[in-house]
């Protein structure tokens, strides 16, 4: 167990809805990151939060959008959803930034778009 | 950009065999580099990691990697494999001193120890 969270485990929508994926990072990190894993595209960086600041974005689509809070969970909100947006949605966290430290993720939402 | 390839879809190897994991890496400037495993239906966990220094570092399970600057690879290894090792790898890198942290991973590579 990493000591990171996500809620819910899973989700299954409609194409053109809007859901919002919830992570609460490790006690003590600062930084949380979003990560997309689907078959045709690997692994893919989305979106960086430091302390409740946006830090980094990667791949993200317009209709994809996240926030970090004052208590550092952080949800990842998307909006008109097509089919190829299932995936598997990681969220991860590093007790700070800069140099190398190494991030724990969680155990994934696998979102079904149909 | 920064890159990494992983040549292998599949590795196999049996049981008690030495296993190595390719990985090699493209970045403007210097890499941090990192290994994570997957199992089915789980996150990924954290194996080990390069950032400076010796160039052969130590992780969890009993596992290792050798960077190699001139080769810019980042093999994976382990001297004798267990069966409880089959999983999906990934390597992944980023730049040092970029002020983005997200890491680029590769495809991944499924290993399979046989008993």
């Known amino acids: 167990d990493s000591g990171v969270t996500q809620t819910p485990k899973h989700l299954i929508t409609a194409t053109g809805q809007r859901v919002t994926l919830r992570c609460s990072p490790r006690?003590?990190?600062?930084?949380v990151y979003w990560y997309q894993q689907s078959l045709d595209q690997g692994l893919q960086f989305l979106i960086q939060?430091?302390?409740?600041?946006?830090?980094a974005k990667g791949n993200i689509l317009e209709r994809f959008s996240a926030q970090q809070f004052p208590d550092l969970h952080s949800e990842l909100n998307l909006s008109s959803l097509e089919l190829g947006d299932s995936a598997l949605y990681f969220c991860?966290?590093?007790?700070?930034?800069?140099?190398?430290?190494?991030?724990?993720f969680g155990p994934g939402t696998r979102l079904t778009v149909t | 950009a920064q890159s990494v390839a992983q040549p292998e879809d599949q590795v196999n190897v049996a049981e008690g065999n030495p296993l190595t994991v390719k990985c090699t890496y493209s970045?403007?400037?210097?890499?941090?580099l990192f290994w994570y495993v997957q199992y089915p239906n789980r996150g990924l966990q954290f194996l080990l990691k390069?950032?400076?220094?010796?160039?052969l570092v130590k992780g969890s399970y009993g596992f290792e990697a050798e960077f190699n600057k001139s080769q810019t690879s980042f093999h994976l290894k382990k001297p004798s494999a267990l069966v409880s090792d089959s999983a999906l790898y990934f390597c992944?890198?980023?730049?040092?001193?970029?002020?983005?942290?997200?890491?680029?991973f590769g495809k991944g590579t499924h290993l399979i120890i046989q008993p």
């Open positions: 390069y950032i400076t220094g010796d160039n």
């Open positions: 991860a966290s590093s007790v700070e930034v800069g140099q190398g430290y190494e991030q724990y």
């Open positions: 939060y430091y302390n409740g600041e946006e830090r």
């Open positions: 992944a890198v980023r730049v040092s001193g970029g002020g983005a942290d997200g890491l680029t």
């Open positions: 970045v403007s400037g210097n890499p941090y």
């Open positions: 006690s003590g990190d600062l930084s």
